[in-house]
């Protein structure tokens, strides 16, 4: 008996892991128009500033990313409108890219934008976990029934527009 019960085990993980729909799925495009991103050049020399800010923002996690935007942030403050102008690379990855985000959001949104290092630094676990256990472990498991629930990606952007202060309304509130 143990082993039949393996064995309907291992057929029902073969087939579901089979399905298009236990997981995501994105189909990638050939890019058609490549005038679109401006050269290097024309980046650097744009607001024709004497100085040229490069800024890099490491991994790291939450706290990475609230370092990241407390930091951006920061220096954008102390020095100004001539450090936006100035600054006209970021490179970042992992959590100094949700920091990065952060504060650009709030540069192109000052009148509804949470301060940066603050959104930063604002855990989404809660909606990862959920994800991971009711959606995605769900569509892993009964992919045609389930293939079409929200996924932990889904919840997380939901949050994101949830806790995003509406217009007219004060972010502490």
Same mark, same amino acid.
């Given at each position: 008996m143990a082993h039949s019960?393996?064995?309907i085990?291992?057929?029902a993980g073969t087939l579901t892991a089979q399905s298009e729909k236990s997981d995501h799925l994105y189909s990638l495009r050939q890019r #058609?128009?490549?005038s679109l991103a401006p050269d290097p050049v024309t980046v650097i020399t744009a607001t024709n500033e004497p100085c040229v800010i490069v800024a890099a923002a490491n991994?790291?996690?939450i706290q990475a990313g609230a370092w990241a935007a407390q930091v951006l942030a920061g220096l954008c403050e102390d020095c100004g409108p001539r450090f936006v102008r100035a600054l006209r690379m970021i490179s970042s990855v992992s959590g100094g890219?949700?920091?990065?985000?952060?504060?650009?959001?709030?540069?192109?949104?000052?009148?509804?934008?949470r301060p940066p290092a603050e959104a930063a630094a604002e855990s989404s676990l809660d909606e990862v976990g959920w994800g991971l256990a009711w959606p995605d472990l769900l569509r892993a498991l009964f992919p045609w029934i389930f293939g079409g629930l929200i996924g932990r990606g889904r919840a997380g952007k939901s949050l994101a527009h949830?806790?995003?202060? #509406?217009r007219g309304?004060?972010?502490?509130?």
């Open positions: 019960d393996s064995l085990i291992l057929i #058609q128009d490549f991994g790291g996690g890219s949700v920091g990065t985000a952060c504060f650009l959001h709030a540069l192109a949104n000052p009148d509804d934008a949830e806790r995003r202060p #509406q309304r004060d972010w502490r509130s």
